[in-house]
């Protein structure tokens, strides 16, 4: 199954995906693009990966583009790791449940326009809460809302702050990526 990761920042969730493909730990998926919305260091780990890599200009029309360019290649997943811009409504239809994004909380907490990255892990800490955690789910046009795939939680010490707790949930992103891969391609396979 090819899919393409849509990217706008370190890039780690993009790694964990290629790491595990290399290693054999995801199997049946290939990764046929790296789509960028900025320059980032995403793209330099698509780049020594030799992944193909596209940097859109959000100006233009460009999700029409790469919905045609996504076509092409027979593209059949996305994953937005760390992806910060809003997909319009004719994408998002064009590519119902074939879309998928991590989100750093417990969905539907903390979700929405203008919850990424630090941002949500200080209003989890602004409202003193006891856990958090990590969600995929299938994006709809409703930010955040879409169907949940996989949710994993950890407690939130009483001493930790933002970035503590980004670091926390980095491995618990990467791990239910992984896991979330694997449940869409075993789920593919058994309905051929
Ligand atoms: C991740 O923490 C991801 O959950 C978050 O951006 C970070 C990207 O990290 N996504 C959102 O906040 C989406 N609303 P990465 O570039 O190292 O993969």
Redesign the pocket.
Known sequence: MKIAVF????????QCIIDNCKSKQIKGIEISMVIADRV?Y?IQRANIEKIDCVIVDRKEKWQHDIHLLLKERNVQLIV?????SILDNKFCSLWKNKII????SLLPKY?GKG???LK?HQAVIDNKEKESG?TVHFVTTNI?EGDIILQEKTAVKEEATATSL?EL??PI?HRLLVKSLKLIYAKTQSTH
């Open positions: 990217v706008s920042g370190n890039g780690s969730n993009l980032c995403a937005l790791a760390g992806f910060l994004n991590i989100h750093p979700g919850m990424y990255g949500v990590a955040d980004q949930i980095h992103e």
